[in-house]
């Protein structure tokens, strides 16, 4: 029976670096595109040297490379919506590299920076249009398709790049299909987020056999890359209707189930919880230093009168 997903997604222990980091900070050739000339910084383990070479890329180790590998299914079910909400700066994006691994690719190479915008607008946008989806939000929806006046259906926008290749990106696209009901926005916008679940999180994935405790075979999925991995987190979030909450302190999401986490929980892990309990207790007793009374500064942290007291009485240690 197939009832396993799992990944090992290397990250490189001394982490990237944006070729040129620290030199010249000269920039690579975009390797998708070398005809073009355009050139774009792409991020590179920090171990590696990355030459140019007319139009392709070659790495030479400049000594071997220490990695740690992780299970983002396991680790981090809600990756796929931290990825979504990422800042698309140099900064942002090396930071999010060296704590989860490169967007495409193994250890030793990395996308290029518009390939990592293009990734974090495509799942955001992907997010939104489920969302629309569950909401009946037909807004968002004709952010993405529409029928013209003769009532001809085109799409528009990163999520159609790929099914349009060639075509401006703020173009309408016509895809040729017949068989949508004229107007039925909600039909349309579902098979522009299938088609991008398929192809997104579709290649790099390997079948492995595994055998169970009881000697019993079963069947599991590797996914080698990490954007494949988030694109399969969306598609599981989407078809077990998982719910998410923002964590109070670090404001990251995370899953809401029987499984994982109780349902009034407000926070992502317990060093979150534990490190926003204590700075609740310290402003606790700056209030009452600056002479609110306890009643007022319960209402503040969101706490009671008796238990404010009692940080008051052992000054928030």
Known sequence: MLNIMFARIRVPVRGYRWHGEGDDRRLVYDVMQPATG???PLIIPADK?????LGYITMKATGPIEERRYDPFKKYPALFLWFADLKATEDAILEFANKYG???GDATTGPNLTEWTEAITAMR???????SLADRDRKVM??????DAKGRFSWKGPLALRYFPGQPRDSWATPGVKDYRPRDLSQ???VLLDWNLAWRAGPHVSLI?????DTSLTLGIEVHWLAQVMWRQLALAIVGDKQYRQCEYCGRQFELSPQLNRADRVFCKDSCRVTAYRIRKRKAVKLREEGKTLRQIAKEVNSDVPTVKKWIDGKGK
């Open 125 to 131: 946008l992907a997010i939104e249009l489920w969302g």
């Open 38 to 40: 355009k050139e774009e």
């Open 209 to 213: 056999p595994i055998r169970l405790p």
């Open 102 to 104: 490169a967007y495409s």
């Open 49 to 53: 040297t990355h030459p140019q070479r």
């Open 188 to 190: 349309a916008a579902r």
């Open 142 to 147: 004709r952010q993405h398709c529409r029928w």
